[in-house]
């Protein structure tokens, strides 16, 4: 397909492709500004696993046109490409970075998570007389990373020891929530005791001087169902890219997914009754039907475990998957569906007219969460960038 925009023209091969809405993604991101208490609370945006999908830099330029100045991300691997990509602003790595990167760490002014005691120690003689920017995570009871918050005390001391420790300036505290997206009495209580935790050991570090600018616990779900303005950041992911944190939650009106993906239709046939499709003959033609073969599989990132639930939208109708998908293929069922031929676009999630597929359905199918169908897009999917309808870049991977 050849796109002509005002300035470029975007060439890519139509096959499958992964159309992301700029424009969404910032409306997303005003929709979330007016919903917490930003005099309090600074948004972050959490880009890590290439922007959940979505394409890291682009994603950071588009969060950054919009007033963002914070980003996160697992490693330093991600961190230094969006400094590759031209990232002025503070970036916060929320996983584990060997101790022997420090001098990789300051050079690139990059925040990074101190995991436990012994990690900071190893941070603070790797870095001697060239500081690395941190911050110290707090297990209040993800059971992940972090220092363990269960007796405050014992952690507020283990911080102030941290804080004094050369090498290393420690200029905030964070803490995860384990099931901040369940709204079911257990998971309301372990939210607030989590909360309760985290605050009491911060506070006492503050009182004995520790110097923690930057405290903060609140990512999508906790921003949305758990608001603490004692939060100095929200590291907002999911909801930016406007899927549900928990498949039972409702999010904000207004919010929309800001990915799409896309095929087409590449061949079609009447399969007759009695005649089977696909690996493993798992579907038999029990009439004779119109069956459109899409160049879509689970090698793009599109589940295996789909085989025979999913549905694809084409000309704005659903059409239901049969037979098992393939790596690289799969067959729907368009019989009754007008106007179908080679060619024809393919909605494997997103919208085609009045009917809406989202990748938060496709999870529910299978039973897992839409975060790991955007992440899991693979590479050879193009990224396509639109804005105001035209496209404003493509990014492709092989
Ligand atoms: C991934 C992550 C987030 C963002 O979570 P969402 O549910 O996508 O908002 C926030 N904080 C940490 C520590 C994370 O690992």
Redesign the pocket.
């Known amino acids: 397909m050849e796109i002509t925009s005002s300035s470029n023209t975007f060439r890519f091969f139509k096959r499958t492709w992964a159309e992301i809405y700029l424009d969404r993604a910032g409306r997303n991101l005003e929709i979330l500004k007016k919903l917490i208490d930003t005099e309090h609370t600074r948004i972050a945006c959490?880009i890590?696993a290439n922007a959940?999908g979505h394409g890291d830099v682009p994603l950071m330029k588009c969060f950054s046109e919009n007033g963002i100045d914070f980003f996160?991300v697992?490693n330093l691997d991600e961190a230094l490409r969006l400094r590759r990509g031209g990232c002025k602003d503070d970036i916060l790595i929320?996983?584990w970075t060997a101790a022997e990167y420090a001098a990789v760490l300051s050079e690139n002014n990059i925040i990074q998570t101190v995991l436990s005691e012994k990690y900071a120690k190893e941070l603070s003689d790797a870095a001697k007389d060239r500081p690395v920017r941190v911050h110290i995570?707090l297990d209040t009871g993800m059971g992940r990373i972090g220092l363990n918050a269960s007796d405050t005390d014992k952690c507020a001391e283990e911080i102030v020891r941290i804080c004094s420790l050369g090498g290393l300036r420690t200029e905030g505290a964070?803490t995860?929530f384990a099931a901040?997206?369940s709204l079911d009495d257990d998971s309301l209580a372990y939210t607030e005791m989590q909360k309760r935790r985290f605050f009491d050991a911060a506070d006492k570090a503050k009182a004995m001087g520790a110097p923690l600018e930057n405290i903060h616990c609140?990512?999508?779900?906790?921003?949305l169902l758990h608001y603490d303005k004692r939060s100095s950041l929200a590291?907002?992911?999911?909801?930016?890219?406007g899927l549900k944190?928990d498949n039972a939650l409702q999010i904000p009106q207004g919010i929309e997914p800001v990915m799409e993906l896309k095929t087409t239709v590449s061949h079609i046939k009447t399969l007759h009754k009695g005649e089977s499709v696909s690996y493993g003959r798992i579907f038999t033609a029990d009439k004779d039907m119109t069956v459109a073969t899409l160049p879509a599989g689970y090698a793009d990132g599109y589940a295996r475990l789909l085989s025979g639930k999913n549905e694809v939208l084409i000309n704005g109708r659903r059409a239901k998957g049969i037979g098992r998908i393939c790596m690289d293929q799969m067959m729907v069922d368009i019989s009754g569906i007008p106007d179908v031929h080679e060619g024809t676009e393919v909605t494997l999630f997103g919208r085609d007219g009045e009917e809406v597929i989202t990748a938060d359905d496709l999870a529910a199918i299978y039973g897992t969460i839409g975060?790991e169908i955007i992440c899991g897009i693979n590479q050879r999917v193009p990224r396509v960038y639109i804005r105001d309808g035209k496209i404003t870049e493509v990014h492709e991977f092989i």
């Not at 609140?218 to 921003?223: E, K, R, T, V």
Request: no cysteine.
């Open positions: 959490v890590k959940y996160t697992s929320l996983g995570k964070f995860h901040a997206d609140l990512n999508s779900a906790a921003a590291r907002l992911g999911i909801i930016l890219y944190p975060y």
